[in-house]
């Protein structure tokens, strides 16, 4: 059985810092691509940060570039979001998920992603 679980959201102040991990199981965490999405209220899912399986290469949103850092870890099975910087506009769920088709360049398309987590809170108050 797949299981994404995030964890690390909560409030925080504008201009604050947050870290937001993902633990995976029931994969080969090491050959998945892994990416953060996020979704506020009343707006649709998107794309945040990605990191592919083979050259660890990244990918930013444009609103978050230069403010998030994404890593992995493949001996913990785990991927992280490191946010700096906080705007209120980055209040949203935040999602991880994990792609087995790509290898280069994970992808910015939800659709593309096999298994998603449920999400944690991130809340940034001005």
């Known amino acids: 059985q797949v299981q994404l679980v995030e964890s690390g959201g909560g409030l925080v102040q504008a201009g604050g810092s947050l870290r937001l991990s993902c633990a995976a199981s029931?994969?080969?965490?090491?050959?998945?691509?892994m990416g953060w999405f996020r979704q506020a209220p009343g707006k649709e899912r998107e794309f945040v940060a990605a990191i592919s399986w083979y050259v660890g290469r990244t990918s930013y949103a444009d609103s978050v570039k230069g403010r998030f850092t994404i890593s992995r870890d493949n001996a913990k099975n785990m991927v992280s979001l490191q946010m700096s910087s906080l705007k209120p506009e980055d209040t949203a769920v935040y999602l991880c998920?994990?792609?087995?088709?790509?290898?280069?360049?994970?992808?910015?398309?939800?659709?593309?992603?096999?298994?998603w987590g449920q999400g944690t809170q991130v809340t940034v108050s001005s």
């Open positions: 998920a994990a792609d087995q088709h790509t290898a280069w360049d994970a992808s910015r398309l939800g659709r593309d992603y096999d298994y």
């Open positions: 029931g994969i080969t965490f090491g050959r998945y691509s």
